[in-house]
């Protein structure tokens, strides 16, 4: 029984159990979804999907779009999530590199992503922010029992892609097995039960709110809260009747300005846990003293799921994510040499466990060369381990940018603006910001300043890049500061325009 459903089937003794509580206030039991997965997982087999075939998936975030996951894990197919976000020209790059059977869109997508699924020769159907769509047309006149499709352990479940420094995304494979140890390590870890009702306000296209978010409800028999998405309103409104919410840092500096919180407004609440980007100490202190309890920080990512987290009883300690979860290894080690660092020493962060990724999707020599002879996975994390065994995270070794949560890698968006007449060069780097963790900044020189200013700039990007990745600001330099290599020095940036966004 290596199905991650029929696991999941074998799990929930009471199918009368409530699931989810939609926002509408629809009520989906464990039977429900059961239901509706079988008769999903009937359409995907008729549009041809069999075992190992792609299933990607691009919609609003409803409960039919989160039953699509459990209905193509029972087609015994590969899930493969996409950012609402993405613009057409992203996604025929991840189309064409996953190559999937079938393709799920919102209907004011589906003319263009029909073109570019047909030179796949993958099928479309649509789903749209309520729910409905061709999908849902064809499900209702389906059975509602499926014989769940036998898989392996180590069969893939899901491709999540996750962004390149290089500009190329990779597809991080994950197996049943990957997914199904991080879900009942962290039931355990973070004593989740049946009675437990999480305030479920993250996107499902990421490994928080999908794998961490459901497969934890899913598999203690809990409940969610259904949001579409984080409204402080709402999630104050709906404490009262919740136990625990699963956020980015953003979701908290945000709560932190509502003048609902305080003691009272979460006295019904065990756990508050933070993940997907820094959680600022600051943030962390502010919230335990304003509500009187802690915010559990952890830390992951899409390759390896949870590798560490702060303990359930015990010290949650500011500005660190905790302990290496049980069955996971983390380890520090000389980023170039891979030589083991001893505790207090800054290194990269190396982790091996049951849910670490089997690769990235046909990348196999990049797949050997972030992984360690010994199987550890080289995470691009720098970090330490205290002598109390505490993971602290220092920075990023690849420039990352953590904007609300996403990752924004610079070099796709300084692909985009080298490209424009009138720009010489540009750096793009994450400046420290209120609301977003950090504000993506392009900083730019210029061939011809008066052909080119911070308007046009963010006007020709908009059909080109995801939102969340646009620059927040543009600042125009004579040059950019370089080492005697000739590389960037991205460090020297970020401090000159550190205040860029201060209050
Ligand atoms: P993703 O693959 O989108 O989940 O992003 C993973 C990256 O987010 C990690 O490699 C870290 O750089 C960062 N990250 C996740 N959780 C934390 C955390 N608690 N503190 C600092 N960085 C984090």
Redesign the pocket.
């Known amino acids: 029984m290596s199905n991650l459903f029929d696991r999941l089937v074998g799990n929930t003794p009471d199918l009368s159990a409530i699931a989810i509580v939609n926002v509408d206030g629809r009520i989906y039991t464990y039977g429900d979804l059961f239901a509706l997965s079988a008769q999903l997982a009937h359409v995907l087999v008729q549009q041809g999907v069999t075992p190992g075939d792609r299933v990607a998936v691009q919609v609003e975030k409803t409960v039919p779009a989160l039953v699509l996951y459990l209905a193509t894990l029972r087609a015994g197919g590969v899930y493969l999530p996409l950012n609402t976000a993405y613009t057409l020209a992203e996604l025929e790059y991840f189309l064409n590199d996953s190559e999937p059977r079938l393709v799920i869109c919102d209907p004011s997508s589906e003319n263009g992503i029909k073109v570019l699924a047909s030179r796949i020769g993958a099928d479309v159907l649509t789903l749209d922010q309520v729910g409905q769509g061709s999908l849902i047309t064809q499900s209702a006149r389906q059975l509602k029992d499926f014989e769940t499709s036998p898989r392996k352990g180590d069969d893939l479940a899901a491709i999540?892609y996750?962004s390149g420094t290089t500009g190329r995304s990779k597809g991080?494979m994950l197996t049943h097995d990957n997914l199904y140890s991080n879900a009942a390590t962290l039931i355990d870890y973070w004593r989740f039960t049946s009675k437990d009702v999480l305030l479920h306000a993250l996107p499902i296209y990421?490994?928080?709110g999908l794998f961490v978010g459901t497969n934890v409800t899913f598999f203690s028999g809990a409940s969610m809260i259904f949001l579409p998405k984080f409204d402080p309103d709402r999630i104050m409104d709906l404490m009262a009747g919740a136990s625990c919410l699963m956020g980015v840092?953003t979701f908290y500096v945000r709560l932190l300005q509502h003048p609902k919180l305080d003691k009272s407004a979460v006295k019904n609440m065990r756990l508050f846990i933070?993940?997907?980007?820094?959680?600022l100490a600051d943030t962390h202190r502010e919230w335990q003293a304003k509500t009187g309890q802690a915010i559990l920080?952890?830390?992951?990512?899409?390759?390896?799921n949870m590798n560490?987290s702060n303990p359930y009883d015990g010290d949650r300690v500011p500005g660190s994510?905790g302990f290496p979860l049980p069955g996971v290894s983390v380890r520090i080690a000389e980023p170039d040499t891979g030589q083991l660092l001893p505790e207090e020493e800054i290194g990269m962060?190396e982790v091996k466990g049951p849910n670490v990724f089997k690769g990235y999707w046909r990348m196999p020599d990049k797949t050997e060369a972030e992984f360690r002879p010994d199987g550890f996975f080289i995470?691009?994390?720098l970090g330490k381990i205290d002598a109390l065994g505490y993971v602290h995270?220092v920075g990023?070794g690849k420039d990352?940018i953590?904007t609300g949560?996403?990752?924004v890698y610079p070099k796709e968006i300084e692909s985009e603006i080298d490209a424009m007449q009138g720009v010489f060069e540009s750096a793009v780097i994450g400046v420290p910001h209120p609301d977003f963790g950090e504000g993506v900044t392009a900083v730019v020189v210029r061939t011809q300043p008066e052909q080119i200013d911070e308007n046009s700039i963010i006007n020709a990007l908009q059909d080109r890049l995801a939102k969340f990745k646009q620059p927040k600001k543009i600042i125009f330099v004579a040059d950019l500061p370089r080492n005697t290599m000739g590389k960037v020095q991205k460090n020297l940036l970020r401090d000159q325009f550190s205040k860029l966004f201060a209050k």
Do not use: K
């Not at 933070?274 to 959680?279: D, N, T």
């Not at 920080?297 to 390896?304: L, P």
């Open positions: 999540l996750t991080a990421h490994t928080h840092p933070s993940g997907s980007a820094p959680l920080e952890r830390y992951g990512m899409t390759e390896t560490t994510v962060i995470t691009g994390d995270i990023r990352l953590i949560g996403f990752n």
